[in-house]
């Protein structure tokens, strides 16, 4: 079990020296978010991985879908006016209840920078303009997103215990404690 907490050293480690290795869903995206290429990964999992990565970078394949207020409740969330709000690990269980997935950093950014959310930045004060661009908040707003910090699948580099969210009102995204309190919406 400790393989798996630490995901994705152990596969840099252990599936490029064991190149005989598989990866599942969750594995491959988790090497997306690392960086590798596609071939690289493709090298790395011997799978038809590159099918699993082109799906996750097509934005035509992508199905954002919000629970249901039963859902959100059965699974230990609270619904408030923004939607779902829960634990990342409740998050997970949620989606997989949906035959869904939590979205990677990477996903939750693109969304932010379709809608022009300024993000390449030190500036506090240019990030917190995301949320008095009227254009930016309505397009994220389409798009099921409300100004509020979001789950992704991706860990952080600060610890374990660390995975970075989305947050839709300043157009960032940060790391957070996986026992803290954000909004849910998966990827079907």
Request: hydrophobic share 30%; glycine share 6%; aromatic share 10%.
């Amino acid at each position: 079990m400790k393989f798996k907490m630490i995901i994705v050293p152990s596969i840099v480690v252990g599936l490029v020296v064991s190149s005989y290795a598989s990866c599942n869903t969750d594995e491959v995206l988790s090497l997306v978010d690392t960086g590798f290429s596609k071939q690289e990964i493709k090298d790395i999992c011997k799978s038809d991985a590159t099918k699993t990565i082109e799906k996750s970078q097509n934005k035509e394949d992508i199905k954002w879908v919000s629970p249901s207020k039963k859902l959100c409740l059965s699974k230990g969330g609270a619904m408030r006016d923004k939607g779902c709000e829960t634990s990342w690990i409740k998050a997970n269980k949620i989606c997989k209840a949906m035959d869904s997935r939590l979205a990677t950093i990477k996903e939750l950014d693109k969304v932010m920078l379709d809608c022009g959310a300024v993000m390449k930045t030190d500036s506090f004060k240019e990030r917190q303009g995301n949320s008095g661009n009227a254009d930016y908040v309505t397009c994220h707003e389409k798009q099921g997103f409300s100004s509020a910090p979001y789950w992704s699948s991706s860990d952080s580099k600060k610890g374990k215990e660390y995975v970075w969210n989305a947050y839709f009102g300043s157009g960032s995204h940060a790391d957070f404690y996986r026992n803290g309190q954000e909004f849910v919406r998966c990827i079907k």
